[in-house]
């Protein structure tokens, strides 16, 4: 007969096991201990599973705040994205939505300067299409990432008439 795990240890020794692979939500990393535990059997997990967010948060590995701006600089470059994806985002891993606003405001991030610099980036591709295809590639690659359209078609017009 198998003999009872201590679901307090289990729990923590895996959470440290995910964290140490990449950081995690408290909702994401919840999500993932409570699916562990049932496929393990373990009892009493969700008391376990409480005192384990606790300790992760008195040694400061559980964080939504740095999780947020950790997520929002590596984003930025590596793959730079608009204020309304980076919230969605955010969302999906189960941040708050004012501790991801926070993130955003305390970056004081410029939206039509970051827009530009992506567009720069991708001009290589798009140098060999007229300016109608581009002008579509650039919208369609501005409304994925996240930027308002209204700086998006800011952009756009500028573009058909370009400053003298």
């Known amino acids: 007969m198998p003999k009872p795990r201590d679901s307090y240890r289990f729990l923590l020794n895996y959470a440290f ?79 708050a939505h004012d501790v991801a606003q926070k993130a955003w405001d305390a970056a004081q991030i410029d939206e039509d300067i970051l827009a530009h610099r992506l567009i720069a980036s991708k001009m290589g591709q798009f140098e060999k299409l007229d300016l109608i295809k581009q002008n579509r590639k650039i919208q369609y690659l501005l409304a994925s990432r996240g930027f308002k359209s209204s700086l998006i078609w800011d952009i756009l017009r500028e573009r058909r008439c370009p400053p003298t």
């Open 17 to 95: 096991f995910l964290l140490g692979r990449r950081q995690y939500s408290e909702v994401e990393l919840i999500k993932k201990c409570r699916l562990r535990a049932k496929k393990v059997t373990l009892e009493e997990s969700e008391d376990a599973l409480e005192k384990v967010i606790v300790r992760l948060h008195e040694l400061e590995y559980l964080n939504d705040e740095k999780l947020a701006v950790s997520f929002l600089q590596n984003s930025l470059n590596l793959k730079p994205q608009g204020k309304r994806s980076f919230l969605v985002h955010m969302r999906k891993k189960g941040v």
